[in-house]
């Protein structure tokens, strides 16, 4: 852990993204080796992580798929932000326990009352219609109008990696594309579209509509490995010529940077680096 760390801030990394799989705890070879290192479950080892990367000047994101509101108010001191994605509100034959929408809206419910700077989106060019894309977005902007929690949505492109077991299907034409953006600007005005350009080759043509390409790293991105990220100085000159300018984010966004969003050992650290990019 030590060195990865100190590889991040080595090489520039001001975030810190912490993904796992659905309850990680409760499979027996993870729940042997967490006991192994002596920590009660898998909650206790992810705050430890979290905690050495704020010591060290990061920002730790975390994606640990479904949780629990107590689970979520166990970790909002050590995490600035989390995330979860929707995916999809059509449950599709075949679909994974973990894939179904119920328990991914419960999981963002329970995001909501817990009070977490939150990510979430949409998966696109699975197979699924452009309504029930359309569908899956309203859902969430439902969501964020009883929480407010959403700081930003993905619509991400569907890339499979060697040994998937869903392929891919055709992705969103880029007019299909922007009226989704539009109406997402619309239901949920102020929540930022993030399109990873890793994953989506089109990307430049859409930067007139989105408001966020997500974190850009030189090391390889862990949950794509076969879709590395162009040099930072491309997307500077894309943006340019897009009449955009790139600027640095934290993952916990400016709308969310209040004492009602972040514990108070983040809340002054990020207002400060806020204060910082507005001067």
Known sequence: MDRVIANAVEGGAREVLMISGERPGSMPHIARELTRRGYRDFWEMAKRVAERCRQAGLFPHGNFGRMTEDEFMGLRPAFVSMGLMLESVVNEPGMSPEKRAEG???GLEAAGRARIPF???ILVGWGESQSSRLQ???VLSDLHDN???????LIQR???NEGSRWPAGLPPRLEEYQEMILAWKEWAPGVAVQIPPNLEPRWEALLP???????????????????????LEQYEKACIRAGRKLMERLPVYASHQSADWLDPIWEKVVQKFYRKVEA
Not at 147 to 153: C, D, S
Not at 209 to 227: K, Q
Request: neutral net charge.
């Open 147 to 153: 929480y407010g929690h959403l700081q930003e949505i």
């Open 158 to 160: 569907y890339v499979p």
């Open 119 to 121: 990510t979430s989106g």
């Open 209 to 231: 509509w989105m408001d966020d390409l997500g974190g850009i790293s030189w090391a390889r991105d862990e949950v794509n490995p076969t879709r590395p990220w162009a040099k």
């Open 136 to 138: 899956s977005l309203r």
């Open 104 to 106: 991914r809206i419960s």
